[in-house]
Structures are given as structure tokens and as C-alpha cells.
């Protein structure tokens, strides 16, 4: 086994703002591993400063986990990822790339996809929401919203001091859309309730967290008190974090780069399910390399949200597609993705 990887250097079409900030240029990483026989498993690292990584970091996370990776055997995916949970703790874009690129590489080699793989149904897949992150101005708002009128499904990032304005400006240009609100831990449990009163007067689905990841109990309080199900996406890394959060939330949100593969992602989906909770997954800015790694777990899904790719205006990858908000997974062995 051999791992390599390069960097690709990625734009948004437009600055992707959210609470904590934003920007419009993204360094990601593929990571590919090549078997004795030739065949390349491919996996892609999307670093994320919130979560302690950055390109450089991950570049030396992957120099630590080589030794792991070139000496496994390909086909023990579950034992390749313990390994490198005691190797390191945390580093999840890089760990969920290794595991990516190991799931590609034992599809490729029994000729399926990777949702096969798991017995699942592509045709079950949810619909996945576009993103409208936070604009400079009413009228850069107004744009986005008109750009995303393919899609059904609007996920509106929130945490300013002006909340309120933007989702009855969104609601305003989108009435018959359905809308999902991300505060990203940006409001107390107050000013939560305050503004969930106004979410559900728009017709809001859900609210994906709206406090600090570490406020469990605040979750709860606005959980017994919202009519709105409460989503936990910064408060829920991997699959050991659910059972604190059963009765603060309705359900989790994970991704790929936070959990570190796809196996503790599959078994997030469990623990959840196992507690009656919803499951979403999502994504950070990626190419269609890391979404179709996602992709593959969208039959198992409540909420699906896949934007990543769509939002990029280079994206060097082919592979999974949200159009119209339909899911589409590659039928191809592996994960099915290829340059363009």
C-alpha cells in the first residue's frame, strides 16, 4: 500500500459566511491510497479551523498516519480506523479521508458502489437544502436567493444582530420554499426561544444549534420549550457524544470531517436511531470528491445537507450531485468520482 495526496485550491462563487466568519478560497486535500494491484482509493480532507485543523496541521496528521495506512490491509477498514483513533485524537478531515479513500479502494476492487456495499437504496435518499449564507446586504441576499431557485430546500445561516430581518427577507422572496435555520452557537437560550418564535411564524423546519456547543443543559431548556425540533451539529463529533445529548435534541447532525470516517459515521447514524432521534448529515466546504463520500450514506437519512460542491465555482471533481435537490449517487465501483 502506498499513501499519497496534493492540495487543491478551491473558490466559492460567493464568500460563504456563517457566525464565526467566512471566506471564499478553501486549500483541501486528496488523499489517495494505491494498492500492490495498481488500484487508487481516493478520500478528501476538508480542513476546519473550528475543529482545530488547518491545511498544514492535516498535511502533518497525514505524515503520522502513514505508517498505519501503508502496512494495513485494505480490506479492515473498521481496524485501520481504530488504529488511527489511538494514533492520534482528533484530525476527523483527515482520518475521514483515509477512511474515504479505503472504502473507494474495496469498492473498486469488487466492482460496486459503496452504497451497495452497505445494502442500501439510492432511490431513499432526502432531499438535500442549499445553503444561503449571511450577506453583506439586502440586496446581495436577494441575489443569492434568486440564484438557488432550483432548489426546494433553503438551509439560512443566522447569528447576527439582525436574525430576524434576514429570514423574513428570505421567507419574503421564497414563499413557498421550505426553510431550515443554522445559527452555528451564536444565540443564548433566550434570545433562542425569542427567535424560534419568529422561525415557526415563517414557516421554519428546524433549527440546527442554536447555543455553544458545550451548553447542553441550555439545549434542553430550549428543547422543552420549542416547537421547532432543536438539531445538534457542533455539539455532536462523534458517535460516544449522542447519549448526553438524548432529550437537550431531536436529532444530530454529523459530518464526515468531524467524526474521522465513514465507519464512525455509520455508527453515529446507529446510536442515533437507537435513542429515536433524527439523522442529518452535512458537509463543509468540499469538493465532489468529500460530498459523494457523504453521498453514500444519504438512504439512511432524515436531513441531507450536500451543498458543498454546488457552492464552489471550480470544483475539479465529478461525482454526486444535488440538482434540484435530488441526490444523486455515482453508480459507479467505489465511490465514483473522476477529474474532470
Given at each position: 500500500m502506498k499513501l499519497e495526496h496534493d492540495i487543491s485550491i478551491v473558490h466559492t462563487t460567493h464568500p460563504f459566511v456563517i457566525a464565526r466568519g467566512g471566506a471564499s478560497e478553501h486549500r483541501l486535500i486528496r488523499v489517495r491510497i494505491i494498492g500492490d494491484d495498481g488500484v487508487e482509493g481516493w478520500g478528501e480532507a476538508a480542513p476546519n479551523r473550528f475543529y482545530g485543523e488547518t491545511a498544514d496541521t492535516a498535511l502533518g496528521a497525514l505524515a503520522r498516519l502513514a505508517p498505519i495506512v501503508e502496512d494495513c490491509d485494505a480490506w479492515l477498514i473498521e481496524d485501520v480506523e481504530a488504529e488511527m483513533n489511538r494514533a492520534l485524537r482528533f484530525n476527523g478531515s483527515v482520518k475521514s479521508a483515509i477512511s474515504a479513500a479505503l472504502h473507494d479502494l474495496a469498492g473498486k476492487r469488487l466492482g460496486v458502489p459503496v452504497y451497495k456495499l452497505w445494502g442500501l437504496n439510492p432511490a431513499n435518499a432526502p432531499l438535500s437544502s442549499f445553503t444561503i449564507a449571511i450577506a453583506a446586504s439586502d440586496d446581495e441576499l436577494r441575489q443569492r436567493i434568486e440564484q438557488a431557485s432550483a432548489y426546494p430546500v433553503l438551509k439560512v445561516k443566522l447569528g447576527t444582530d439582525h436574525d430576524e430581518h434576514i429570514i423574513r427577507t428570505v421567507r419574503d422572496a421564497a414563499p413557498n420554499k421550505v426553510l431550515r435555520v443554522d445559527a452555528n452557537a451564536a444565540w443564548t437560550p433566550k434570545r433562542a426561544l425569542r427567535m424560534i418564535d419568529v422561525l415557526v411564524e415563517c414557516g421554519v423546519e428546524y433549527v440546527e444549534?442554536?447555543?455553544?456547543?458545550?451548553?447542553?443543559?441550555?439545549?434542553?431548556?430550549?428543547?422543552?420549550?420549542?416547537?421547532?425540533?432543536?438539531?445538534?451539529?457542533?455539539?455532536?463529533?462523534?458517535?460516544?457524544?449522542?447519549?448526553?445529548?438524548?432529550?437537550?435534541?431531536?436529532?444530530?447532525?454529523?459530518?464526515?470531517?468531524?467524526?474521522?470516517?465513514?465507519?464512525?459515521?455509520?455508527?453515529?447514524?446507529?446510536?442515533?436511531?437507537?435513542?429515536?432521534?433524527?439523522?442529518?448529515?452535512?458537509?463543509?466546504?468540499?469538493?465532489?470528491?468529500?460530498?459523494?463520500?457523504?453521498?453514500?450514506?444519504?438512504?439512511?437519512?432524515?436531513?441531507?445537507?450536500f451543498d458543498g460542491a454546488a457552492l464552489l465555482s471550480d470544483d475539479p471533481y465529478l461525482g454526486a450531485t444535488i440538482d434540484e435537490g435530488t441526490i444523486s449517487i455515482p453508480t459507479a465501483p467505489g465511490l465514483g468520482v473522476t477529474r474532470r
Open positions: 444549534q442554536p447555543l455553544a456547543p458545550h451548553d447542553i443543559d441550555g439545549l434542553r431548556f430550549v428543547r422543552e420549550r420549542s416547537i421547532l425540533p432543536v438539531i445538534a451539529d457542533e455539539s455532536c463529533v462523534v458517535a460516544t457524544d449522542i447519549p448526553r445529548l438524548v432529550g437537550a435534541v431531536d436529532g444530530i447532525n454529523l459530518k464526515l470531517s468531524k467524526c474521522g470516517g465513514l465507519r464512525e459515521a455509520l455508527k453515529m447514524i446507529a446510536t442515533a436511531r437507537s435513542h429515536g432521534m433524527l439523522v442529518m448529515a452535512g458537509c463543509m466546504i468540499e469538493t465532489s470528491l468529500g460530498i459523494t463520500a457523504a453521498a453514500h450514506l444519504a438512504p439512511l437519512l432524515d436531513y441531507a445537507d
